[in-house]
Nanobody, 123 residues
Framework: VQLQASGGGLVQAGDSLRLSCAASGLTFSMSGMGWFRQAPGKEREFVAGISWTGGRTLYAKVVNGRFTISRDNAKNTVSLQMNSLKAEDTAVYYC?????????????????WGQGTLVTVSS
């Protein structure tokens, strides 16, 4: 199984950025997918999760209304659209897969993880 995250970069506060994650080697259409992030000196935290068909999504309170998670089962990709970025959104962002799970928020329920992509938001 491979999860390849991309799209990170350096942006200014208020800007938008879109992360993508390409999955292979798993039954993507039957895997809950999620995004987590880890800021310097902090623990990894849940950002957003999406169900198999995309019909259900969950967000951390700190990103709700600014971030949107989506998926394309035909392309085996999951994306995270991040708007109105803040300096506190600076982190390494990871995509993760939870095969057989609909949508989950806890880290231990995700089996496969991507390598992470760095998002830096300057204030």
């Amino acid at each position: 199984v491979q999860l390849q995250a991309s799209g990170g970069g350096l942006v200014q506060a208020g800007d938008s950025l879109r992360l993508s994650c390409a999955a292979s080697g798993l039954t993507f259409s039957m895997s809950g997918m999620g995004w987590f992030r880890q800021a310097p000196g902090k623990e990894r935290e849940f950002v957003a999760g999406i169900s198999w068909t995309g019909g259900r999504t969950l967000y951390a309170k700190v990103v709700n209304g600014r971030f949107t998670i989506s998926r394309d089962n035909a392309k085996n990709t999951v994306s995270l659209q991040m708007n109105s970025l803040k300096a506190e959104d600076t982190a390494v962002y990871y995509c993760a897969a939870a095969p057989g799970r609909v949508v989950v928020t806890t880290e231990r329920e995700y089996i496969y993880w991507g390598q992470g992509t760095l998002v830096t938001v300057s204030s």
